[in-house]
């Protein structure tokens, strides 16, 4: 009998060692999570996560990378791509310093291209409750509000190929108040010009004409 508890006893103990070890196995199959620091990216390198293909148009070198099969970072950028189709991401400029960036700086730049469908991009890794503007094909977009997590969430439904900046601030608004400003500073030159010569030639005009009414009323 002692011999027998003895098993059950170490086929217990072995189950606990076991299912834990099973369980992890499992996880990395199907969460693997690839990552490196100060890593050299070049043109010909393409990374998969999912759906989403991610290449270089430039050597690049970021300070921490990783992937798996549901997002892929740069530095402490986070790409998670929402995307029926297949979609491929070409990343050209991510700023070093998001975080401590100046309104209106350019914070990334990437290309995106897929087949049709909406596809939404949820950016993690920016200041939270922050305004950023998002240009498509250098024409602004919107400007999105960061949520409480820092991420910065958009969709776009027409495709075929696209180029994506973001820029923090509400650079749309800045622009609207130049031009505003530009305008009005144009209307006060014009009313200046109308009331410097057009009026000096009127009040002359009038005199040279009473002068001559008095002329002729004499005679």
Same mark, same amino acid.
């Given at each position: 009998?002692?011999?027998?508890?003895?098993?059950?006893?170490?086929?217990?103990?072995?189950?606990?060692?076991?299912?834990?070890?099973?369980?992890?196995?499992?996880?990395?199959?199907?969460?693997?999570?690839?990552? =490196?620091?100060?890593?050299?990216?070049?043109?010909?390198?393409?990374?998969?996560?999912?759906?989403?293909?991610?290449?270089?148009?430039?050597?690049?070198?970021?300070?921490?990378?990783?992937?798996?099969?549901?997002?892929?970072?740069?530095?402490?950028?986070?790409?998670?791509?929402?995307?029926?189709?297949?979609?491929?991401?070409?990343?050209?400029?991510?700023?070093?310093?998001?975080?401590?960036?100046?309104?209106?700086?350019?914070?990334?730049?990437?290309?995106?291209?897929?087949?049709?469908?909406?596809?939404?991009?949820?950016?993690?890794?920016?200041?939270?409750?922050?305004?950023?503007?998002?240009?498509?094909?250098?024409?602004?977009?919107?400007?999105?509000?960061?949520?409480?997590?820092?991420?910065?969430?958009?969709?776009?439904?027409?495709?075929?190929?696209?180029?994506?900046?973001?820029?923090?601030?509400?650079?749309?608004?800045?622009?609207?108040?130049?031009?505003?400003?530009?305008?009005? =500073?144009?209307?006060?030159?014009?009313?200046?010009?109308?009331? =410097?010569?057009?009026?000096?030639?009127?009040?002359?005009?009038?005199?040279?004409?009473? =002068?001559?009414?008095?002329?002729?009323?004499?005679?």
């Amino acid at each position: 009998m002692d011999g027998v508890e003895l098993k059950g006893e170490v086929t217990m103990k072995c189950k606990f060692v076991l299912l834990p070890l099973m369980l992890g196995l499992i996880l990395i199959n199907i969460f693997p999570m690839v990552s =490196a620091n100060n890593w050299q990216l070049s043109t010909n390198d393409v990374y998969q996560s999912g759906n989403e293909n991610y290449s270089f148009a430039s050597a690049m070198t970021f300070t921490r990378f990783g992937y798996n099969s549901t997002m892929i970072f740069f530095n402490n950028l986070y790409f998670n791509i929402s995307s029926n189709n297949a979609i491929n991401i070409t990343l050209s400029y991510l700023n070093p310093n998001i975080l401590t960036a100046s309104l209106g700086e350019t914070l990334l730049r990437f290309n995106a291209n897929t087949s049709a469908g909406r596809v939404w991009f949820n950016l993690s890794g920016f200041e939270t409750s922050t305004l950023y503007t998002v240009l498509r094909d250098s024409e602004t977009l919107h400007t999105y509000k960061t949520s409480a997590g820092g991420v910065l969430s958009f969709y776009n439904e027409t495709w075929s190929d696209h180029d994506y900046e973001i820029r923090k601030g509400d650079t749309s608004l800045s622009r609207q108040v130049r031009i505003r400003y530009n305008s009005e =500073a144009m209307e006060d030159v014009e009313d200046i010009g109308f009331s =410097a010569f057009p009026l000096m030639a009127l009040v002359a005009v009038v005199m040279v004409a009473a =002068a001559i009414m008095i002329i002729v009323s004499r005679r």
